[in-house]
């Protein structure tokens, strides 16, 4: 993409990337008259993407989620006894909880941007920081847990948990909630469920941006009006679990899915929620640093 030539009309980031690649101008301007349908985005989720993309000028997005807890709770709840603050990122950064996990399996997304970010919030600090000290503190805590971390993963976490593999999991909203679809469809014996902690998660959104260098952009044009669609959009939401940000989509959702708080967080929940921002390079580079240092212990 960087190098261009790369022959995509389309191409999907999460928003932090795109916007260090808005900052690289390998995005084109997107021609609104051709996309009606933006007409129909919810004006509020529109707003908390302007950061990365300046006047929602290059993107748009087809839907988003969050970074949480994703539970075996009937396991969780058996090994943790009754009272464990299972709405708090202290299961998982907490020795004295996640130690008691390690039998039935914890997985961690294996992406060191997210992991840094949650990290940093759970410390008190932020979760964009650019002070490397920061991530110094980050790593000793990460250090902590490591030994009761089973995975790091970000694709068959679903699968693990839906089967009882694993008991917790630092995931994503609609990857959790899938494998609770099928452990459902399944008729699992055990409970699963997901949790937005209480004191804050990322929140990110897939976006669809259309190389400066496309072959069709006019067709590219037409095939994000398509997705924007509301019945399509809310189609995609119906299979995937994850929340369209397509305001006139909602009604089209199944109602189990469009009232789970998990899925769509009520305003109460959206306000503690917070965007991941591009990091400079130096900043980027002593993260993959110590990201490879925490996976092989060294």
Excluded at 14 to 42: C, R, V, W
Excluded at 113 to 121: G, K, M, R, Y
Excluded at 167 to 173: H, P, Q, R, V
Excluded at 179 to 204: D, F, M, N, T
Aim: charge should be positive; include cysteine.
């Amino acid at each position: 993409m960087l190098t261009g030539r790369a022959g995509y009309d389309i191409v999907v980031p999460t928003s932090n990337f795109m916007a260090k690649q808005i900052e690289a101008g390998i995005y084109q301007k997107l021609d609104k008259s051709k996309l009606p349908n933006l007409s129909h985005l919810d004006k509020a989720l529109m707003a908390k993407i302007v950061d990365a993309d300046p006047g929602n000028a290059r993107g748009v997005p087809w839907a988003y989620g969050t970074d949480g807890l994703g539970y075996n709770y009937t396991k969780v709840k058996a090994l943790l006894g009754a009272g464990a603050p299972l709405d708090s990122w202290d299961i998982l950064f907490d020795p004295k909880y996640v130690s008691k996990l390690k039998g039935c399996g914890v997985s961690v997304l294996d992406q060191a941007n997210d992991v840094f970010a949650v990290t940093l919030h759970h410390l008190g600090k932020d979760p964009n920081s650019k002070n490397p000290a920061d991530y110094q503190a980050a790593f000793e805590a990460l250090k902590k847990i490591r030994p009761y971390i089973t995975q790091f993963n970000s694709s068959g976490y679903i699968n693990d948990l839906a089967n009882g593999d694993i008991c917790l999991a630092l995931g994503w909203s609609g990857d959790v909630n899938i494998a609770k679809h099928r452990a459902a469809e399944a008729k699992r014996s055990y409970q699963l469920g997901y949790v937005i902690p209480k004191s804050g998660a990322p929140i990110w959104f897939d976006v669809m941006v259309i190389p400066k260098d496309a072959p069709h952009p006019e067709e590219a044009h037409k095939w994000i009006n398509y997705i924007e669609t509301p019945e399509v959009n809310a189609e995609i939401t119906n299979e995937v679990f994850y929340p369209t940000v397509n305001a006139a989509a909602r009604k089209y959702v199944k109602p189990e899915i469009a009232s789970d708080p998990t899925i769509y967080p009520p305003e109460s929940v959206m306000k503690t929620l917070f965007l991941l921002k591009p990091l400079p390079p130096d900043i980027m580079r002593l993260q993959n640093r110590l990201w490879t240092q925490l996976k092989t212990g060294r």
